[in-house]
C-alpha cells in the first residue's frame, strides 16, 4: 500500500489541476450510512418509494420519515479525517475542486471551499408552489415541514427524476475535460449522470486515483491507482506523503 500511496501522492504533486469525486463513503466514518454497502439508506428504504420526485409530490409525509431519520444523523455529523485531509490539500494547493454526491455539507465544514454540490445540499428547503425557501435549521422541529402557503417543503437536494443543478453540471464537465488527476473517493460511481465524471476525466488524459474500501466497477476499467481501506486513514496518510515529498524528505 505504501508504493500505491506514492505513487499517487507523485502523480497530486505533478498535477496543475486535481478534482475530486466524493460519495457517500467519505462520510462513513462521520457515522452516516451510505446507500449501497450492507445496511445502508436503501436497504432501509426503497429509493423508489422514499428517494424519486414522484414518490415525493405523491405522498411528502412518507418520505419526510426517511429524511427525518437522514436529518437526525447529519445534523450531528462532524467531517473525519477524511474531509479534512482534502480541505488541507485544497489549502496546499493540491486539490483544486471537490464534485461531491453527498449533501452533507461535511466538505465544508472540513474546510474545503471549492465544493461542487453535484446533488444540492440538504441544509436548506423549498417550497415546490411558491418558491419561498428556509433553512433546515428553522424548520427542524416542524414535522413534516411546511411553507407559510402551507404546502409541504422539499430539501434543496436531487431527487431521483429530478435534473442536476445545471451549473454544476457544466462547471464539473468542463473540469473533468481539462484535469490531470481525479481523486474518486467512496463512491459505488452507479449512479449517472455524476458517474460520468471518472471517464469524461480519464477520455482527457487524466490520472484516476480511487479510495474505496472496495472494488467497484472502475477499479479494473479506467482506475489508474486503487488504494483499498477506510478513506479516513488513507487520506490522513496521502496527505502526510504529499507534505514529505514537498518538503523534500521523499524523493
Ligand atoms: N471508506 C471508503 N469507502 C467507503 C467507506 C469508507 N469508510 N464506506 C463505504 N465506502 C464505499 C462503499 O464501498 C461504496 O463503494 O463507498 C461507496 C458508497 O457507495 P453508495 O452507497 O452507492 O453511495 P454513492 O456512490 O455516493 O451513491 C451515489 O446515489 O442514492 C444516490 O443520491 C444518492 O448521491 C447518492 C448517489
Known amino acids: 500500500m505504501e508504493k500505491l500511496i506514492n505513487a499517487a501522492a507523485d502523480i497530486i504533486v505533478k498535477s496543475d489541476l486535481t478534482l475530486a469525486l466524493t460519495g457517500a463513503g467519505i462520510s462513513v466514518e462521520s457515522g ?38 437522514m436529518d437526525k444523523i447529519v445534523s450531528g455529523a462532524e467531517p473525519n479525517e477524511a474531509h479534512i485531509g482534502m480541505g488541507e490539500l485544497e489549502k496546499m494547493g493540491y486539490l483544486h ?19 461542487i454540490e453535484y446533488h444540492g445540499n440538504s441544509s436548506s428547503l423549498s417550497c415546490l408552489w411558491c418558491g419561498k425557501t428556509y433553512t433546515a435549521e428553522e424548520k427542524r422541529s416542524e414535522h413534516p415541514p411546511r411553507c407559510e402557503c402551507k404546502m409541504i417543503l422539499k430539501p434543496d437536494v436531487v431527487f431521483f427524476g429530478e435534473a442536476i443543478p445545471q451549473d454544476a453540471m457544466n462547471r464539473s464537465f468542463q473540469l473533468a475535460s481539462s484535469a490531470k488527476a481525479l481523486m474518486v473517493v467512496g463512491t459505488s460511481a452507479v449512479v449517472s449522470p455524476a458517474n460520468t465524471i471518472p471517464s469524461i476525466a480519464k477520455q482527457n488524459g487524466a490520472r484516476v486515483i480511487e479510495i474505496n474500501k472496495e472494488r467497484t466497477h472502475l477499479t479494473d476499467s479506467l482506475t489508474d491507482i486503487f488504494l483499498q481501506g477506510s478513506a479516513g486513514e488513507i487520506i490522513s496518510v496521502l496527505v502526510k506523503t504529499i507534505k514529505r515529498k514537498v518538503e523534500g524528505v521523499l524523493s
Open 32 to 69: 452516516i450510512p451510505d446507500f449501497r454497502s450492507a445496511g445502508g439508506l436503501w436497504s432501509k428504504f426503497d429509493p423508489a418509494e422514499y428517494a424519486n420526485i414522484s414518490a415525493f409530490r405523491s405522498n411528502p409525509e412518507k418520505v419526510w420519515e426517511m429524511l427525518w431519520e
Open 97 to 115: 475542486y471537490i464534485i461531491t454526491q453527498n449533501v452533507d455539507n461535511l466538505h465544508q465544514a472540513g474546510g474545503s471551499k471549492n465544493v
